[in-house]
Nanobody, 127 residues
Framework: QVQLVQSGGGLVQPGGSLRLSCATS????????IGWFRQAPGGEREGVASLSGSLKTTAYADSVKGRFTISRDKSHNTVYLQMDNLKPEDTGVYYCATGQEPIASVLVLHHQVYNHWGQGTQVTVSS
């Protein structure tokens, strides 16, 4: 059974940092792409970052490039999203998700290609 359990998140001031974790089980990460998505109140689910199963390919939304980093701890089957220099517009519920590869490069930040999701965690950036 595929499971993704998220942790991290919370309230942080602008310019601060947070790290989100996504512990996975029930499948082999080597053959699955991982994505991080977020959804602001009243907004659509937006792709933030993705990482291929081979660890060779990452993708980031333009709004987070240079500030967010996606990574994976293979030994613990855990995926991370390090978020630095956070801005109020980064506020939202963040989700990790996985989809079986291959995933077309133009679709890695599209939620439709991911079929297993974490429970979501709130990130609030406010002074």
């Amino acid at each position: 059974q595929v499971q993704l359990v998220q942790s991290g998140g919370g309230l942080v001031q602008p310019g601060g940092s947070l790290r989100l974790s996504c512990a996975t089980s029930g499948f082999t990460l080597d053959h699955y792409g991982i994505g991080w998505f977020r959804q602001a109140p009243g907004g659509e689910r937006e792709g933030v970052a993705s990482l291929s199963g081979s660890l060779k390919t990452t993708a980031y939304a333009d709004s987070v490039k240079g500030r967010f980093t996606i990574s994976r701890d293979k030994s613990h089957n855990t995926v991370y999203l390090q978020m630095d220099n956070l801005k109020p517009e980064d506020t939202g519920v963040y989700y990790c998700a996985t989809g079986q590869e291959p995933i077309a490069s133009v679709l890695v930040l599209h939620h439709q290609v991911y079929n297993h999701w974490g429970q979501g965690t709130q990130v609030t950036v406010s002074s």
